[in-house]
């Protein structure tokens, strides 16, 4: 069993930044893709950005811009830095990893970002 593990997580006030990090217990080689998601009160869970095996990475409108994914194939770690952070940024994070093959999806249990003065 895959088990993502994010951190990085807080509070901020308007105009600041954050580093959010998610572990994996294996290899991220073995995904195809992995994202972030974000979940605010009373709203549905939102892509945030996604960065493929290979290739482009695709981010959300509403953060292009701000914020940037990236991967590191040998700590098995994904991250996202946020900068200019806004209230409406406040919502518990996600990291999800997904293999192709087997079609299965991973999710971390999130982390809670909160962007308030």
């Known amino acids: 069993q895959v088990h993502l593990v994010e951190s990085g997580g807080g509070w901020v006030q308007p105009g600041g930044s954050l580093k959010l990090s998610c572990a994996s217990s294996e290899s991220i080689l073995t995904f195809n893709e992995m994202a972030w998601y974000r979940q605010a009160p009373t709203k549905q869970r939102e892509l945030v950005a996604m960065?493929?095996?290979?290739?482009?990475?695709n981010y959300a409108d509403s953060v292009r811009g701000r914020f940037t994914i990236s991967k590191d194939s040998d700590k098995n770690t994904m991250s996202l830095e946020m900068n200019t952070l806004q209230p409406e940024d406040t919502a518990v994070y996600y990291c999800k990893a997904s293999r192709y093959g087997t079609d299965t999806t991973y999710w971390g249990q999130g982390t809670q970002v909160t962007v308030s003065s």
């Open positions: 960065i493929p095996y290979a290739g482009t990475s």
